[in-house]
């Protein structure tokens, strides 16, 4: 069976002065909650995609989404779509090593192996600085 590529609930957002914004997803009965709005859209689409990559893990069935004009609020609350790019959060959760081919020039790679330089966790280290993961 082909998996769902990109998933999109309604999370309703619960402002309250003096409080961080509350988050539920009252489809998946799941919250979180953020310090700001950034935040908390950060946050909320953090936990869809470990919500529902756990419930595709287990086999379990993923509920439709309620229509987001169906949504029911109080005074002080905001219905959001928050949306989760399946593949990233599916591969993100694969921590198996993958072999990979790089060209340097023959004096650096001397001098890396004078100093015992482990070129694979240099090669992670600078990846996760320029994809800014660290």
């Given at each position: 069976m082909k998996k769902v590529e990109r998933y999109f609930y309604p999370a309703v957002f619960t402002y309250v002065e003096g409080q961080e914004i509350a988050v539920d997803f009252p489809d998946l009965h799941?919250?979180?909650s953020g310090k700001d709005e950034e935040d908390a859209l950060l946050s909320a689409r953090e936990l869809l995609g470990v919500?529902?990559?756990?419930?595709?893990?287990?086999?379990?069935?993923?509920?439709?989404?309620?229509?987001?004009?169906?949504?029911?609020?109080?005074?002080?609350?905001r219905a959001v779509l928050v949306d989760v790019y399946m593949p990233s959060i599916r591969l993100a959760n694969i921590n198996r090593a993958v072999h990979?081919?790089?060209?340097?020039?023959?004096?650096?790679?001397?001098?890396?192996?004078?100093k015992n330089i482990n070129f694979s966790q240099v090669l992670q280290e600078a990846l996760k600085k320029q994809l800014n993961l660290c």
């Open positions: 799941v919250a979180t919500v529902l990559a756990g419930m595709e893990e287990d086999g379990e069935t993923i509920p439709q989404a309620t229509p987001l004009h169906e949504v029911v609020l109080e005074s002080n609350e990979r081919t790089v060209t340097l020039p023959a004096w650096l790679n001397s001098a890396a192996l004078e």
